[in-house]
């Protein structure tokens, strides 16, 4: 699970990059202080492992974690090569998902690389680059692509089908995940790999002044994710790098202090594992608490294959309970006495919150 935090240069990335990942990243006052990508392990927020391992406790917890990667800033032109434009291309290639840092406050000691603060723009900025870099690439695939149609070749046909929906939705400025494309269709575009179709989560980056406040831009930034269907998190990014270097007492007490119940990062980590619809099932006992990342939708078997791969060969069943009923009833074995552990098989799918022991042989 990879997400490359972008944006526009001077827009607050390393900052919020540093909030995230307390890895330290180069921050500046000027474009491009990032050059090459930095690279951070961020554990996702989970109070039902905290529970669990303070109800065992366990030797050790491990949460479930994502990769964030703070990728230079861009500017007009990229697709072309301008700034690091290539660099930055290719570093998105390879992420999962896009965090689109955006600037939404006003501080006249802090260069904005176009001259002024608009949200818009700055979105319409880096979705042009990105569009136009993603039509490149399927004008290419068409070229080769139609050479096998004229031969006939009926994969190439639907293939052919497909990369002139998607041309004619990035023709009208629009990203290829909102082209209009069925189910077979989708699953044919996954192979172009074009950064259009990788899902995006916007962050509306605020000043301290307005945390709480639906400012202008921020109200400009969620009206151009919702005609996306993308999910906006308001920031500071300022304070949440205060935060980050904080004791848990520490930080509850300054978010109790600033009005809010969670920090903006615990809600944008969330909000990613969401975004690449993700889940967790646990793992539980005196030793270890374990979150276990599987996407929505897989079952048993392969959620056991997580943990290792002789689990997933030799599955012969899982024992499951919700953490809650675990919790709540003293432990695994009382769970199993009221009835609340069950016995589940290959087709089981899993839900998030589960509890699992699986059976296997070797």
């Excluded at 490359?4 to 921050?27: E, H, R, Y």
């Excluded at 009005?259 to 969330?270: M, N, V």
């Excluded at 309970?321 to 199993?336: I, P, R, S």
Aim: proline share 3%.
């Amino acid at each position: 699970m990879k997400l490359g935090v972008v944006g526009l240069p001077n827009v607050g990335k390393s900052t919020l990059f540093n909030a995230i990942t307390k890895a330290g990243a180069m921050s500046a006052n000027y474009p491009f202080c990032t050059i090459e990508p930095n690279v951070g392990i961020v554990a996702v927020p989970d109070e039902r492992l905290d529970m669990l391992e303070k109800f065992y406790n366990s030797k050790k917890k491990v949460p479930a974690t994502i990769e964030f990667v703070d990728i230079a800033g861009l500017v007009k032109g990229a697709s072309l090569g301008e700034g690091l434009g290539n660099k930055f291309l290719s570093h998105i290639r390879e992420v999962d998902a896009i965090v689109h840092c955006v600037r939404c406050f006003d501080d006249p000691n802090v260069i904005h690389v176009e001259g002024r603060v608009d949200p818009q723009s700055d979105i319409e900025i880096i979705n042009l680059e990105l569009i136009l870099a993603d039509i490149d690439s399927v004008d290419k695939r068409l070229e080769r692509v139609g050479k096998s149609v004229k031969a006939g070749d009926k994969e190439a046909k639907a293939e052919f089908e497909v990369l002139n929906i998607i041309k004619d939705t990035l023709s009208q400025n629009l990203p290829a995940r909102l082209a209009k494309l069925n189910d077979e269709q989708k699953k044919i575009a996954k192979n172009f790999f074009l950064l259009t179709t990788k899902p995006v989560i916007y962050t509306a980056n605020v000043s301290e002044d307005d945390i709480g406040i639906e400012n202008d831009y921020v109200k400009k930034v969620k009206e151009i994710a919702s005609a996306e269907n993308a999910e906006v998190i308001t920031v500071c990014a300022k304070i949440e790098e205060e935060l980050s270097t904080l004791s848990s007492e520490e930080k509850n007490e300054m978010l109790k202090e600033l009005g809010i119940k969670q920090s903006g990062l615990d809600q944008l980590i969330t909000a990613c594992y969401r975004l690449l619809s993700l889940m967790s099932f646990l793992t539980a006992g005196e030793d270890e608490v374990r979150a276990w990342t599987i996407p929505i939708g897989t079952k048993a078997p392969q959620a056991a294959g997580k943990i290792h791969t002789d689990f997933e060969r030799g599955f012969i069943k899982a024992e499951v309970v919700n953490y809650k009923d675990l919790l709540e009833l003293g432990g695994f074995n009382q769970a199993k006495e009221k009835g609340k552990v069950r016995l589940e098989g290959k087709d089981y799918v899993v839900q998030d919150g589960d509890v699992m022991l699986f059976k296997f042989n070797v």
